[in-house]
């Protein structure tokens, strides 16, 4: 039983750099050490263990699973493996961290919460971007009133790579754009359509624009890329009172323009009167703290204290089920797309053939 005088075990199992940055994270948590460190690399595995020396090493999950002083076990490998992982952390009666997204479908996503419910332990999933500085912000402002009705928010998440042998661009990118729009409207949408493009492995999208629909009546339009002459990472928001820019890339990565439209309805025929508002723009000063630091000592915290609330968990399900809506818009404007599942299965014949080769 998780007493909160004692320190907490935990496990990471990838080693990957996803993987280090948990590692990196636990070792400045006081209330949490990193007891066991997994992978079925052996080369990489040795590689962490110099670096980690504290940590037992092992290519056998079930080493972890059976070590009874162990709490916590963190799962950051492709996400083909996250469903059997997690339901196996559970089920060994372990809380479990999932890096995004969740699960390779809604279905799976829906089993792994209702094993951690049925087992009382605390399950979570990386989405590290709702406890970002910024994110966090620009929910205060929309939540406030401060922006005024929110008309529609756009977001371009782009970059030159790296592109993923097993899951398409929408696997990769669109967790964090999906679950900072339903965070921020508390809301997901109901609307979902979608294009785009395999430009460069055959079966496997690089490129999306999707457009979405929420109950409230925002629109958001999301560009997602692996071929891109620059990395952006932007959203803007625009309310009828004021509009924001985040760019996560930036120094300021929040502005706020105090811009707007007005109109008043014509009085008589041929009236159309519109006036065009522009006012500060202010960056407001955010707290230096590390997002992955935060949301860590948000699921220790979670543990020690015996709080199991589901609501970032409910969040995790939503966006797997928006990746499906968006892969079901794709293959109806465009055709069959790459699902996460094993390498070897989900790769297409160039690809495989080129492994095979390798």
């Known amino acids: 039983m998780t007493t909160p005088d004692r320190t907490l075990g935990v496990a990471v199992c990838g080693t990957g750099w996803c993987a280090a940055q948990h590692i990196s994270a636990f070792q400045k948590n006081p209330r949490a050490r990193v007891t066991w460190i997994c ?24 080493d972890l699973l059976a070590d009874p002083d162990l709490d916590a076990v963190v799962i950051a490998t492709p996400v083909f493996t996250h469903h059997e992982l997690a339901a196996a952390s559970l089920r060994a009666g372990k809380h479990t961290f999932v890096e995004k997204p969740l699960a390779s479908s809604a279905a799976q996503a829906e089993e792994l919460i209702a094993l951690a419910q049925e087992r009382g332990l605390m399950l979570m999933c990386g989405h590290t971007f709702l406890y970002s500085p910024p994110v966090r912000e620009i929910k205060r402002l929309i939540e406030s009133g401060a922006l005024g009705e929110i008309y529609f928010i756009s977001s371009s998440r782009v970059n030159l790579g790296l592109h993923q042998r097993d899951v398409s661009v929408v696997w990769d990118l669109a967790p964090h754009d999906f679950s900072i729009l339903i965070h921020w409207l508390g809301q997901s949408p109901t609307r979902v359509s979608a294009v785009g493009r395999d430009s460069i492995v055959p079966g496997i999208p690089d490129v999306a624009f999707i ?5 409230s009546g925002v629109l958001a339009h999301v560009e997602l890329s692996w071929l891109a002459p620059s990395k952006l990472r932007r959203m803007v928001i625009v309310g009828s009172e004021k509009m924001v820019v985040y760019d996560d890339s930036s120094t300021e990565p929040v502005r706020i323009f105090d811009h707007g439209v007005v109109y008043r309805d014509p009085e008589t025929f041929g009236q159309y009167q519109l ?44 966006v797997v089920a928006l990746i499906e809506q968006t892969e079901r818009a794709f293959a109806d404007s465009w055709g069959d797309v790459v699902r996460p599942s094993s390498p070897d299965a989900a790769a297409p014949p160039a690809l495989a053939a080129a492994r095979s080769a390798g």
């Open 39 to 62: 992978d079925r690399d052996p080369g990489r595995l040795d590689h962490f263990g110099t670096r980690y020396p504290a940590a037992g090493a092992t290519t056998d999950f079930g």
């Open 211 to 215: 457009d979405l629909g929420f109950p």
């Open 275 to 318: 006036s065009y508002r522009t006012g500060d723009i202010v960056s407001p000063r955010l707290q230096a703290t590390e997002p992955l630091a935060l949301e860590l000592d948000d699921f220790v915290e979670a543990i020690v204290s015996g709080r199991r609330d589901g609501g970032m968990i409910g969040l995790a399900r939503d």
